[in-house]
């Protein structure tokens, strides 16, 4: 597998959503977006949870407000979505995790997820659906989690994605990094103020008690438009362990809350594992003092399957 680079630049979207009028209106949006990204020095771009889902506004009024139908309106466009984010990540030789979208998944029966992808420069996609709904996406939406959990081999590192509310459970991301991922990834879309302090509280919680950098990217803004994101608050940010040579605060970087735009950071991941190995407290290996810990680690990380996406 490959190892982590010395440092990354990556940036974290504070993601508008907008209203589209057509499929290439969207394309010309998300181009600019990634190209100011890449012309940043970002090697790692992070879109949001169902920021794709402005997409639904391209098919009129009429699927703007029909829930179920914008599953398989919005689901049916995967094949270009993710065609236009290969190719973008081709163009500036960047890492990209798309913004996550709702998709029919034939191996579930049909059953609707929530589908995020990170996207490599040679083309490759790696695919982590979300584990566990909220009561809105199961009660009301019908979204189904999907466990199928897995970690990312690239030439920037090795990733995993735990999809807004998958971040808030501490077991599924120390599977993850037991099974060897070193950076997280948390894409959000939350409509609250409570929602997204859920998700801040959790990326600074799982960086500190897994000791690795963790990256988080909400949608922001109103769209009255949409039964699903109408109302959506939230900041970016960067967290790394609050010990030894690193911010005390635990935030390496993080936007100003609700304003739209790429937020910037550079992960040193020298004093991460310096952290680790001598910090003034060693979370990831006293972890395992905790009862029955170990076993479950094991058995964690034996059901993460590691793809590569180049």
Request: aromatic fraction near 6%.
């Amino acid at each position: 597998m490959s190892a982590a680079r010395a440092t990354l630049r990556v940036a974290a979207a504070q993601f508008p959503v907008g209203r589209p009028s057509s499929l290439d209106a969207w394309a010309a949006g998300i181009e600019s977006w990634v190209t100011e990204a890449a012309e940043g020095g970002a090697e790692l771009l992070v879109f949001p949870e169902y920021g794709a889902l402005e997409l639904a506004s391209t098919f009129g009024l009429e699927m703007e407000a029909d829930l179920p139908g914008q599953i398989r309106a919005v689901g049916g466009l995967i094949d270009q979505v993710d065609a236009l984010h290969a190719e973008l990540a081709r163009r500036h030789g960047v890492h990209i995790l798309a913004a996550s979208l709702p998709v029919l998944a034939p191996d579930l029966g049909g059953q609707p997820v929530n589908r995020a992808r990170l996207i490599g420069p040679q083309g490759g996609i790696g695919i982590q659906d979300k584990r566990i709904m909220t009561p809105w996406e199961r009660e009301i939406w019908g979204v189904t989690g999907n466990s199928a959990a897995r970690i990312f081999d690239t030439e920037i590192g090795r990733i995993g994605v735990a999809v807004c509310y998958d971040g808030e459970f501490p077991l599924i991301v120390r599977a993850m990094v037991a099974a060897g991922a070193e950076l997280i990834l948390i894409p959000s879309a939350t409509e609250t103020i409570a929602g997204a302090t859920r998700v801040r509280i959790a990326g600074l919680a799982r960086a500190l008690e897994n000791q690795v950098p963790v990256v988080t990217s909400p949608t922001v803004g109103d769209a009255p438009w949409s039964p699903a994101l109408d109302s959506n608050h939230g900041s970016a940010g960067v967290f790394v362990p609050a010990d030894n040579g690193l911010p005390s605060s635990g935030i390496l970087t993080e936007g100003v809350f609700d304003r739209p735009g790429w937020v910037h950071a550079t992960i040193d991941f020298a004093p991460i594992v310096a952290v680790r190995e001598s910090g003034g407290v060693r979370g990831r290996r006293d972890w395992l003092e905790q009862v029955g810990a170990a076993e479950a680690d094991a058995a964690a990380a034996a059901g993460v399957e590691i793809v590569r996406v180049a």
